[in-house]
């Protein structure tokens, strides 16, 4: 009967947690030069999604520029943050290409 009534508690106790949907995508990449060689530095970045996979014209549905640090050709991003009004009315039940 304890163990019940610990159990019962313990549903109650978390029934409320709630967590928010992020609203941003992680990316991480890759980047050398055009002779293959990791860069060093910190490079902008123009990160882009489309609504078709031809990558063109109307289809671009966001778009946004981040100063990103590259170390040893490695960079990690968060899009969405920069614009984040614009990112907001995106729906995500369908694909998009970055």
Do not use: K
């Amino acid at each position: 009967m304890r163990a019940i009534t610990l159990l019962l508690a313990a549903a109650l106790c978390c029934g409320s947690v709630y967590a928010a949907v992020p609203h941003e995508i992680s990316y991480q990449g890759y980047l050398t030069n055009p002779g293959g060689t990791p860069v060093n530095t910190t490079v902008s970045i123009v990160f882009s999604l489309y609504d078709d996979p031809a990558l063109s014209g109307p289809h671009q549905i966001y778009t946004e520029t981040q100063s990103v640090l590259v170390v040893n050709g490695v960079f990690s991003v968060l899009i969405g943050p920069q614009q984040v009004a614009q990112f907001l009315l995106l729906a995500f039940d369908v694909p998009y290409w970055l």
